[in-house]
Nanobody, 113 residues
Framework: QVQLVESGGGLVQAGESLKLSCAAS????????MAWYRQAPGRQRELVAI???????NYLDSVKGRFTISTDNAKTTAYLQMDNLKPEDTAVYYC???????WGQGTEVIVSS
């Protein structure tokens, strides 16, 4: 059974950092690639960062230079390092496996000003 479980969300102040994790079971990201999305209240879900099987990365313009997507060597856990957080980063963050289209349950990030 393919499953993704996010963790690491929380309440922080503007300027602080958080590191989200996405633990995969039943799959690895070695041949799949994965992505982080977020959905703020009243807004559509948007793509935040993506990493290919060859570790090529791409980011939403508003998070470039602040967020970093990565995976562990085993390619079973993905991360989203979020630095210099801003109130507009407040959202529920989801990871998604790009081959099977499986979503995690989400982890909430709240950034206070």
């Amino acid at each position: 059974q393919v499953q993704l479980v996010e963790s690491g969300g929380g309440l922080v102040q503007a300027g602080e950092s958080l590191k989200l994790s996405c633990a995969a079971s039943g799959i690895t990201f070695a041949s799949d690639g994965m992505a982080w999305y977020r959905q703020a209240p009243g807004r559509q879900r948007e793509l935040v960062a993506i990493i290919s099987p060859l570790s090529t990365t791409n980011y939403l313009d508003s998070v470039k230079g602040r967020f970093t997507i990565s995976t562990d060597n085993a390619k079973t856990t993905a991360y989203l390092q979020m630095d210099n957080l801003k109130p507009e980063d407040t959202a529920v963050y989801y990871c998604k496996d790009l081959k099977f289209g499986v979503w995690g349950q989400g982890t909430e990030v709240i950034v206070s000003s």
